[in-house]
Protein backbone atom coordinates (compact mmCIF):
# COMPACT_ATOMS: atom_id res chain seq x y z
CA UNK A 1 0.00 0.00 0.00
CA UNK A 2 0.99 3.17 -1.15
CA UNK A 3 0.22 6.20 1.66
CA UNK A 4 1.18 10.30 1.17
CA UNK A 5 1.21 12.83 4.03
CA UNK A 6 0.18 16.02 2.58
CA UNK A 7 1.43 18.96 4.76
CA UNK A 8 -1.69 21.30 3.99
CA UNK A 9 -0.41 24.93 4.26
CA UNK A 10 3.43 24.22 2.79
CA UNK A 11 1.94 22.58 -0.46
CA UNK A 12 -1.05 25.91 -0.56
CA UNK A 13 1.82 28.07 -0.15
CA UNK A 14 3.96 26.57 -3.24
CA UNK A 15 1.35 26.09 -6.00
CA UNK A 16 1.01 28.98 -7.54
CA UNK A 17 -3.18 28.90 -8.27
CA UNK A 18 -3.40 28.07 -4.10
CA UNK A 19 -1.14 30.76 -3.05
CA UNK A 20 -2.82 33.63 -5.16
CA UNK A 21 -6.31 31.66 -3.33
CA UNK A 22 -4.60 32.08 -0.35
CA UNK A 23 -4.23 35.71 -0.51
CA UNK A 24 -8.05 35.97 -0.85
CA UNK A 25 -9.77 32.91 1.26
CA UNK A 26 -7.59 30.26 2.97
CA UNK A 27 -10.78 27.98 3.43
CA UNK A 28 -11.36 27.90 0.20
CA UNK A 29 -7.23 27.62 -0.94
CA UNK A 30 -7.88 24.22 1.85
CA UNK A 31 -10.82 23.12 0.28
CA UNK A 32 -9.01 23.01 -3.59
CA UNK A 33 -6.12 21.34 -2.37
CA UNK A 34 -8.54 18.69 -0.80
CA UNK A 35 -10.40 18.43 -4.15
CA UNK A 36 -7.06 18.30 -6.64
CA UNK A 37 -5.69 15.15 -3.26
CA UNK A 38 -9.27 13.39 -3.86
CA UNK A 39 -8.74 13.12 -7.53
CA UNK A 40 -5.28 12.05 -7.06
CA UNK A 41 -6.53 9.53 -4.69
CA UNK A 42 -9.01 8.13 -6.67
CA UNK A 43 -6.72 8.16 -9.69
CA UNK A 44 -4.05 6.70 -8.23
CA UNK A 45 -5.70 4.38 -5.34
CA UNK A 46 -3.26 5.75 -2.99
CA UNK A 47 -4.02 6.58 0.45
CA UNK A 48 -3.84 10.57 0.94
CA UNK A 49 -3.73 12.31 4.13
CA UNK A 50 -3.80 15.83 4.72
CA UNK A 51 -1.93 17.42 7.92
CA UNK A 52 -3.20 21.33 8.53
CA UNK A 53 -1.43 23.12 10.92
CA UNK A 54 -3.16 24.19 13.79
CA UNK A 55 -0.28 26.00 16.09
CA UNK A 56 -1.35 28.25 18.37
CA UNK A 57 -5.44 27.53 17.61
CA UNK A 58 -7.38 26.72 20.54
CA UNK A 59 -9.57 23.86 20.22
CA UNK A 60 -9.17 19.96 19.81
CA UNK A 61 -7.35 18.57 16.91
CA UNK A 62 -9.75 17.14 14.44
CA UNK A 63 -9.84 14.36 11.80
CA UNK A 64 -12.29 14.18 8.52
CA UNK A 65 -12.85 12.09 5.55
CA UNK A 66 -13.91 14.16 2.57
CA UNK A 67 -13.90 12.47 -0.55
CA UNK A 68 -12.33 9.02 0.47
CA UNK A 69 -9.35 11.60 1.57
CA UNK A 70 -8.41 11.88 5.28
CA UNK A 71 -8.21 15.34 6.67
CA UNK A 72 -6.23 16.30 9.85
CA UNK A 73 -6.44 19.50 11.94
CA UNK A 74 -3.46 19.51 14.45
CA UNK A 75 -3.98 19.69 18.52
CA UNK A 76 -3.28 23.40 20.30
CA UNK A 77 0.38 23.39 20.68
CA UNK A 78 0.79 20.76 17.96
CA UNK A 79 2.21 21.26 14.39
CA UNK A 80 2.08 19.74 10.81
CA UNK A 81 5.30 19.01 11.21
CA UNK A 82 5.05 16.96 14.68
CA UNK A 83 1.21 15.05 13.21
CA UNK A 84 3.02 13.91 9.75
CA UNK A 85 6.50 12.79 11.91
CA UNK A 86 4.16 10.36 14.01
CA UNK A 87 2.12 9.18 11.51
CA UNK A 88 5.24 8.74 9.22
CA UNK A 89 6.48 6.87 11.91
CA UNK A 90 3.69 4.70 12.75
CA UNK A 91 2.34 3.68 9.08
CA UNK A 92 5.86 2.66 7.63
CA UNK A 93 6.10 -0.83 7.57
CA UNK A 94 7.47 -3.66 4.82
CA UNK A 95 4.19 -3.39 3.28
CA UNK A 96 3.44 0.23 3.52
CA UNK A 97 5.38 3.01 1.40
CA UNK A 98 4.78 6.39 2.90
CA UNK A 99 5.50 9.30 1.13
CA UNK A 100 5.40 12.86 2.64
CA UNK A 101 4.48 15.89 0.58
CA UNK A 102 6.11 18.97 1.52
CA UNK A 103 8.97 21.57 0.60
CA UNK A 104 10.32 21.77 3.86
CA UNK A 105 13.97 20.70 4.02
CA UNK A 106 13.88 19.63 7.91
CA UNK A 107 10.94 18.13 7.50
CA UNK A 108 12.18 15.80 4.82
CA UNK A 109 15.73 14.97 6.73
CA UNK A 110 13.67 13.90 9.39
CA UNK A 111 10.56 11.67 7.45
CA UNK A 112 14.08 10.46 5.65
CA UNK A 113 15.34 8.78 9.52
CA UNK A 114 11.94 7.43 9.72
CA UNK A 115 11.63 5.24 6.31
CA UNK A 116 9.58 7.70 4.37
CA UNK A 117 10.16 9.04 0.99
CA UNK A 118 9.73 12.86 -0.05
CA UNK A 119 7.48 14.62 -2.94
CA UNK A 120 8.40 18.35 -2.76
CA UNK A 121 5.54 20.43 -3.70
CA UNK A 122 6.74 20.99 -7.16
CA UNK A 123 6.68 16.82 -7.84
CA UNK A 124 3.41 16.70 -6.25
CA UNK A 125 2.02 19.61 -8.62
CA UNK A 126 3.63 17.76 -11.32
CA UNK A 127 1.68 14.55 -10.80
CA UNK A 128 -2.02 16.33 -10.29
CA UNK A 129 -1.10 18.24 -12.98
CA UNK A 130 -0.99 14.60 -14.96
CA UNK A 131 -3.42 13.42 -13.37
CA UNK A 132 -5.97 15.90 -13.82
CA UNK A 133 -4.88 15.93 -18.10
CA UNK A 134 -5.51 12.22 -18.07
CA UNK A 135 -8.76 12.13 -16.80
CA UNK A 136 -9.81 14.85 -19.39
CA UNK A 137 -8.48 12.48 -22.07
CA UNK A 138 -10.10 9.72 -20.21
CA UNK A 139 -13.48 11.56 -19.92
CA UNK A 140 -13.23 13.19 -23.69
CA UNK A 141 -12.56 9.74 -25.29
CA UNK A 142 -15.26 8.13 -23.12
CA UNK A 143 -17.77 10.93 -24.84
CA UNK A 144 -16.52 9.91 -28.34
CA UNK A 145 -17.15 6.17 -27.59
CA UNK A 146 -20.59 5.65 -29.55
CA UNK A 147 -23.13 2.54 -28.60
CA UNK A 148 -22.83 -0.28 -30.82
CA UNK A 149 -25.28 -2.52 -30.25
CA UNK A 150 -25.06 -6.61 -29.96
CA UNK A 151 -27.29 -7.57 -32.77
CA UNK A 152 -26.15 -5.53 -36.00
CA UNK A 153 -29.47 -3.52 -36.60
CA UNK A 154 -30.22 -1.02 -39.03
CA UNK A 155 -30.32 2.84 -38.01
CA UNK A 156 -33.87 3.56 -39.11
CA UNK A 157 -35.19 0.55 -37.16
CA UNK A 158 -32.71 1.43 -34.09
CA UNK A 159 -34.03 4.83 -34.36
CA UNK A 160 -37.78 3.42 -34.24
CA UNK A 161 -36.81 1.49 -30.73
CA UNK A 162 -35.23 4.06 -29.58
CA UNK A 163 -38.80 6.64 -29.58
CA UNK A 164 -40.34 3.45 -28.14
CA UNK A 165 -37.97 3.06 -25.88
CA UNK A 166 -38.36 6.83 -24.53
CA UNK A 167 -41.89 6.53 -25.12
CA UNK A 168 -41.77 8.99 -28.00
CA UNK A 169 -44.30 8.36 -30.97
Do not use: C
Not at 69 to 87: G, M, Q, S, W
Request: net charge positive; glycine share 6%; charged share 35%.
Amino acid sequence: MIVLLVDGYNIIGAWPELKGLKERDLSQARDLLIERMAEYQAYTGDRVIIVFDAYHVRGLGKKQNNFKVEVIYTKENETADERIEKLAGSLTDVRTKVYVATSDYAEQRTIFAQGAFRKSARELHIEVTNIQREIKKDVESHKRVQYQPKIPINKEIRDIFEKWRRGDK
